[in-house]
């Protein structure tokens, strides 16, 4: 049996160490996904703030951190896949600081930039590909056009 094999743009990474993703860069469905990652993220966070700031009990508070981070990582396994969350960030909150950003946002923006940089050579490799193509099948006199 013939086989067709074409480059899908896939790509696998290791995360941290930990567990390995795979996506296409360059996709830009998977960039709304992010995005929509994202605004579930924020939405959680706003919820969180507001319940914060009506009560002064500490215990409380502690107990919105711990029901946030929950809701946060299943968010986070929804996309990444059940247990990401605790390969990848193990008795870390999501909401750590690092390096001037939590550690989720981290994440997600080491991926965007992965992203950045995939469209950039994509786009950058097209048009000699396109130009390729088009010279190889112009003048070709047994094409049937698509209809």
């Known amino acids: 049996m013939k086989e067709l094999n074409f480059e899908t743009g896939l790509v696998e990474m290791a995360v941290n160490g930990g567990r390995t993703v795979r996506f296409n860069p360059a996709d830009v469905g998977f960039m709304d996904t992010l ?76 991926i965007m930039d992965e992203m950045d940089e995939s469209v950039r050579d994509n786009l950058a490799k097209r048009n000699d590909r396109i130009a390729k193509y088009t010279a190889k099948y112009r003048g070709r006199k047994n094409v049937v056009p698509l209809e």
């Open 35 to 110: 995005f929509t990652l994202l605004g579930k993220i924020e939405a959680i966070e706003t919820e969180v703030e507001k319940k914060r700031a009506k009560t002064d009990d500490l215990a409380k508070r502690f107990d919105y951190a711990r029901s946030s981070d929950k809701r946060m990582r299943e968010a986070v396994d929804s996309v990444f896949g059940e247990g990401f969350c605790e390969e990848v960030f193990p008795g870390i909150r999501l909401t750590a600081l690092a390096d001037g950003l939590t550690v989720l946002e981290n994440f997600i923006f080491a």
